[in-house]
């Protein structure tokens, strides 16, 4: 089974800074992706980067990028620019490769990171 | 594009009677997965629904149970409710194009067991 550890329960940020969430997560398989969500207080789950073990490359969106250190078993989430609108839960999220060993889209969470960025 | 559709937004039941809820995927997204999110336990996997048939289940009484219907829409049951059940119940569609493995979310339907 599949486990994801977010050790931060709280952080917080001053809008315009960086800030790095911290997730580290244990499985025995080789192909899978690795996901952050977050859930802002209207509750609704938007994705906001994804990482495919496979690759070596860490992912980017705009400005949120991750440091995936496979060896390792960590997924970290950096936000560069903190915005007001960052302000939510965040969320890491494991998944079997769905053709590769997994056969269906079952995620594994953590429990969360509570980020809020101050004015 | 239309989103995933979760309905009632919020429930009020007693303890003892039974829910059902329902959530409608993304056009063209064969799999509808369920999800128990409580402060206590966090989002915990409670099923997921392919093509009409449960490919994964998570560890949950069999008061739980759920389907889809050849539409992909599925819909989730919960029996003789508990106080420990009321929680954010989230969908999530996904699917929909071979390799993309993301998962949309409903807004979810907030179920208070009193």
């Known amino acids: 089974a599949q486990t994801v550890t977010q050790s931060q329960p709280e952080m917080s940020v001053q809008e315009a800074e960086t800030v790095t969430l911290s997730c580290t997560y244990d499985?025995?398989?080789?192909?899978?992706?690795l996901f952050w969500y977050k859930q802002p207080p209207s509750r609704q789950m938007i994705l906001v980067i994804r990482q495919e073990a496979y690759k070596q490359q860490n992912a980017t969106e705009n400005r949120f990028s991750v440091n995936f250190q496979k060896a390792a078993k960590s997924f970290s989430l950096k936000i560069s620019d903190s915005q007001l609108g960052d302000t939510a839960m965040y969320f890491c999220a494991f998944m079997k490769h769905p053709l590769y060993g997994g056969s269906n889209y079952k995620l594994t969470f953590g429990k969360g990171t509570l980020l809020t960025v101050n004015p | 594009k239309a989103g995933v559709t979760q309905t009632p937004r919020y429930l009020i039941k007693t303890r003892g009677q039974q829910v059902t809820l329902s959530c409608s995927p993304i056009?063209?997204?064969?799999?509808v997965s369920w999800y128990q999110q409580t402060p206590g336990q966090g989002l915990q996997f409670l099923f997921e629904y392919f093509s009409e048939t449960q490919r994964n289940k998570g560890n949950f009484p069999g008061r739980f149970s759920g389907r889809q219907f050849s539409n992909s829409r599925s819909e989730m049951n919960v029996s003789t409710l508990e106080l420990g059940d009321s929680a954010l119940y989230l969908c999530?569609?996904?699917?929909?194009?071979?390799?993309?493995?993301?998962?949309?979310f409903g807004q979810g339907t907030r179920l208070t067991v009193v």
């Open positions: 499985t025995s398989e080789s192909n899978y992706y």
């Open positions: 999530a569609s996904s699917g929909g194009q071979s390799g993309n493995t993301e998962a949309f």
């Open positions: 056009s063209g997204h064969r799999s």
